[in-house]
């Protein structure tokens, strides 16, 4: 079965700057996809970024980008020039690519991310 | 397109009562799911549903529970016999299995709050 770590339950970072959030997963499968997901308080769970496995090259939107390391399983978020609308509950989480396979995701514990103005 | 709804928003119901949630999923996303999250910890996986079929359910779907998604379109999430640990927030989230490039990003609602005291 599938696993997914986040070990960081709390980050802060000061306005601007940049700060990285840390993510593990366990899998025999080599096909899959990785993705970030924001969780404000009290709102709706976000798309923020995602990554195929397949692919060598990091995922970036915007401000966010991703450090995938497949052979590690690791797969960290990079979010640069932090706004104070990035304070939330980031979970990390993981999908199979087989088609044979529901494709529900399986979701780390998340970190909750604090922005000090 | 608004995205996925959910309703109610939040429900308070005594112990030993039926509560049900529905959620209309992004119109065309023949995939729905339905995750429970409790506080601080990350969405876990209740069941999966392509078009009207169930494919797969959790093992944390006890017999009190059922999901149905009767037309595809649709679902309903039924808690028979409330309990206090059932308390917790229901997601509901759907796809689309049609383009394999979007990587059957999977789109989330806000969330139903339940509440048993």
């Known amino acids: 079965a599938q696993t997914v770590t986040q070990s960081q339950p709390e980050m802060s970072v000061q306005e601007a700057e940049t700060v990285t959030l840390s993510c593990t997963y366990d899998?025999?499968?080599?096909?899959?996809?990785l993705f970030w997901y924001k969780q404000p308080p009290s709102r709706q769970m976000i798309l923020v970024i995602r990554q195929e496995a397949y692919k060598q090259q990091n995922a970036t939107e915007n401000r966010f980008s991703v450090n995938f390391q497949k052979a590690a399983k690791s797969f960290s978020l990079k979010i640069s020039d932090s706004q104070l609308g990035d304070a939330a509950m980031y979970f990390c989480a993981y999908r199979s690519a087989y088609g044979g396979a529901t494709n529900k995701l399986i979701f780390g514990t998340g970190t909750l991310l604090a922005v000090q103005p | 397109d608004t995205g996925v709804s959910q309703n109610p928003r939040h429900k308070i119901t005594k112990r030993g009562q039926n509560v049900t949630f529905r959620c209309d999923p992004i119109s065309e996303h023949n995939r729905l799911y339905w995750y429970r999250q409790t506080l601080g910890q990350g969405p876990e996986f209740l069941t999966y549903?392509?078009?009207?079929?169930?494919?797969?359910k959790s093992r944390l779907l006890s017999d009190r529970f059922s999901a149905e998604r009767p037309k595809g379109s649709f679902s309903t999430l039924e808690i028979q016999r409330t309990e206090q640990g059932d308390s917790a927030m229901y997601l509901c989230a759907s796809s689309f299995s049609g383009s394999i490039t979007s990587g059957n990003t999977i789109y989330f609602g806000e969330g139903s709050w339940l509440t048993v005291v």
């Open positions: 899998t025999s499968e080599s096909d899959y996809y």
């Open positions: 549903f392509q078009n009207e079929a169930q494919l797969e």
